[in-house]
Structures are given as structure tokens and as C-alpha cells.
């Protein structure tokens, strides 16, 4: 490996990473475009679909466990909403993540475009009041919360992402879970779920080990960091900038989809 793609992908997993940590979710949102057009645009390397997201299923596990670790106090981590999404979105990622190995490039790209446009549609609808509650008096619909992430495990394990970014919205607008416990939650659930669509891509032989090592390296670097600062952002910040990022990377996607 040269130092110019070194440098390229600690830069990628650092950035993702970073954003991963503050907005709660995995990091594959953004990872996912960055992996699939920058190393080819600085001519350091060109990864296929299928790399790109077994690359991103590897990183998207140390990057969530790190977060979480910086969430742990402060009565952020829902642990029932945890367990009861948790166990659904293992099976879901794990089945997608290993069925994926039947699909076309563009149509593992199709995917990730189609959720991330839903993920910013919902995004944009208001969400009031949610922030109002006292985080341990919070509940939550069980059935719909583990019917919504077994659906969003199985999509998302397809393109090698833990689901977050599309589990967030889920979360704020469905469950209507306040925003700080969402991100901190969403992480832990996303971690999860990274250990289904990791073995899934392994076991399907789209792991690149190389560039996932550095990634991983960078992640458990700026994933804390991110975490850290997300405490000190108001909520309706953190909801803007998550929005905003969903929406950039969809359209990112549907124009190379149409060219």
C-alpha cells in the first residue's frame, strides 16, 4: 500500500468516522460515496461496490463501538430500545449483507440511493416536542421497533452499512425518541448490526482486509471525538446537519446512477 491511498483512506475513515461519532450514526453515509469516487479521482485506487461496502460493513463496526464508550454516561443508552431493535437488525443485515453477493453493482448503488432519499425525506418533516421529554421516562412502540429494524437491517446490510442513517429518522419521527438518546442508541444499535453485515460480506468475499485495517484505524480515532462534541451541540443542530448530509449524498448517488 502507498502512502498517497494510505493517507486517502485514513483521511476518508477519519472524516466519516468524525461524523459517525456527533450524528449517531455508522458512518457509511458518508464513507460509502467517499470510498467509491475519491480514491479513483486522486488516482490512488479504484474500488468495486462490493469492496467499497464490505470495506465500509468492517469500518462501521469499530467506529460505532468507539462512540458508544464516550455515550455511556449520562443516561443517553436506551437499553431496552437497544436490545428489542438490536437482535431484529442482526438478522436483517446479516441476510442482506450475504445475499447482496447476487447483485449488480448498480443495483447495490440503487439501493443505497433509494434509502438514503428516504432517510432525508423524513428527516425534513418536523419533529416537535420530542425533545421535551425527560429521557427516563421515554417508551417506545416494541412492535414497530422491531419490525422497522429488521426492514432497515435487511436494505441496509446490502450495501454493506449498518443502517443508521436511515434508523435515525426511524427513530426521531416513528418511535419519537429525543434526539440525544436517538444518536447515542442508534450507535449501539448500529454496532450490532455491524456484526451481522460484517460476517455477511466476509463470508461473501467482499472484505478488502488492506484499506479496511486503516479505516478501522482511523475510526477509532475520530469516532470518540466526534461523540464528544455531540454533547455540546443543540439538538436541532445535530438534526439539520444530519439532514442536510443525507440529502447531499442521494442526490450524490441518483446523478451517477442517471449518467
Not at 13 to 23: E, K, P, Q, R
Not at 64 to 91: D, E, H, P, Q
Not at 92 to 111: D, M, Q, R, T, W
Not at 173 to 195: E, G, V, Y
Amino acid at each position: 500500500m502507498t502512502t498517497a491511498l494510505f493517507t486517502t483512506l485514513f483521511l476518508i475513515g477519519f472524516v466519516g468516522s468524525f461524523i459517525s461519532g456527533m450524528l449517531g450514526i455508522g458512518g457509511s453515509i458518508i464513507k460509502y460515496p467517499m470510498l467509491l469516487y475519491i480514491p479513483p479521482l486522486v488516482g490512488v485506487a479504484s474500488y468495486t461496490a462490493h469492496q467499497v461496502s464490505g470495506i465500509s460493513a468492517v469500518q462501521v463496526f469499530f467506529a460505532t463501538i468507539s462512540a458508544v464508550v464516550t455515550f455511556r454516561k449520562g443516561n443517553y443508552l436506551n437499553y431496552k430500545l437497544i436490545a428489542y431493535m438490536g437482535v431484529a437488525i442482526i438478522v436483517g443485515s446479516f441476510v442482506g449483507a450475504y445475499g447482496a453477493k447476487g447483485l449488480s453493482e448498480g443495483a447495490i448503488n440503487f439501493v443505497y440511493a433509494v434509502l438514503a432519499t428516504i432517510a432525508a425525506l423524513m428527516m425534513f418533516v418536523p419533529k416537535k416536542g420530542i425533545d421535551d421529554v425527560e429521557l427516563h421516562t421515554v417508551t417506545f412502540n416494541r412492535v414497530i421497533a422491531v419490525v422497522s429494524a429488521l426492514i432497515v437491517g435487511g436494505l441496509s446490510g446490502i450495501v454493506g452499512a449498518a443502517g443508521a442513517f436511515i434508523l435515525v429518522p426511524v427513530m426521531l419521527l416513528i418511535l419519537r425518541i429525543p434526539t440525544r438518546m436517538t444518536i447515542a442508541s442508534s450507535l449501539a444499535i448500529t454496532f450490532i448490526s455491524s456484526i451481522g453485515a460484517t460476517i455477511g460480506k466476509v463470508m461473501a468475499g467482499d472484505v478488502v482486509f488492506g484499506p479496511a485495517l486503516v479505516m478501522v484505524i482511523s475510526s477509532i480515532i475520530a469516532a470518540p471525538l466526534g461523540a464528544r462534541l455531540s454533547k455540546r451541540i443543540h439538538t436541532k443542530v445535530l438534526q439539520t446537519i444530519l439532514a442536510v448530509l443525507i440529502l447531499a449524498t442521494s442526490i450524490r448517488i441518483w446523478v451517477d446512477i442517471a449518467s
